[in-house]
């Protein structure tokens, strides 16, 4: 099992000089982002669809070892009628994300703050969500907004059918730390700008103990729960820095790469 850390995209002017050198070519911002992160989360793919081709070149111009994390298309998840978006999860990831091969990584189902849990429909949701994709196994993310999915219901629907939720560190939405697939998909958003870093030492000396901890198949003490621990397995974790001071998120990511 692996601990992959990264950023969300690699497009963004205030890296220029600050996370990319000066005068480095935008075409090859991929190319240098991916040697410094071992993963990244595309954000793209939420507001339009791409062509094969794309996820091809995306594909060649990392490492090996690299992943991709997708968020998935805006018209899957904000809709008033969850049970309703077979068609647009069908043309998502049949856009041709298979081109990126096992640099794939999970497909990341993001929900506006407003949406509120309704078991009916969400977990009818989740039944449309594919397990592959033209025999590449897929992987899900879900990430939730509003208080009301903080509870074992919720939770417990996402266990059974092995989805999982994710862990974002928010400053403005609740956040839900169990445990309910086979990977972790952890989410930082509150990088501050008076921090070099995004972070203190203290607090990337902390994340980086709940990565290894989530590895090993554990749970971080000092996060709160709403049920009981699943079984013990070893997992891969995604870890992303996101919004906040966006400026620093390069820099926290390489501090948490250095740390694990």
Known sequence: MTIRIGIGGWTYEPWRGTFYPDKWPQ???LEYAAGKLTAIEVNGTYYSGFKP????SWRDQVPDDFMFALKASRYCTNRK???EAGASIERFVGQGIVELGDKLGPILWQFMATKKFDA????????LLPAKQDGI?????VQVRHESFAVPEFVAMCRAAGVVIV???SNDYPAIADVTGDFVYARLETATEDEPLGYSTAELDRWA????????????DDLHYISEAPARIERDVFHFFIAGAKVRNPAAAQA?????
């Not at 081709?53 to 091809?56: D, I, K, N, R």
């Not at 103990?209 to 971080?220: D, N």
């Not at 948490?256 to 694990?260: A, C, S, Y």
Request: aromatic share 12%.
């Open 120 to 127: 009916a429909d969400f977990g009818a949701f989740l039944k």
């Open 27 to 29: 075409k090859r911002e």
């Open 137 to 141: 196994a897929l992987r899900h993310a």
């Open 167 to 169: 862990y974002a560190q």
């Open 209 to 220: 103990t709940a990565a290894e901890t989530w590895q090993a198949g554990g749970r971080p």
């Open 81 to 83: 009628v969850l049970a």
């Open 256 to 260: 948490l790469i250095d740390r694990v």
């Open 53 to 56: 081709a794309t996820f091809a």
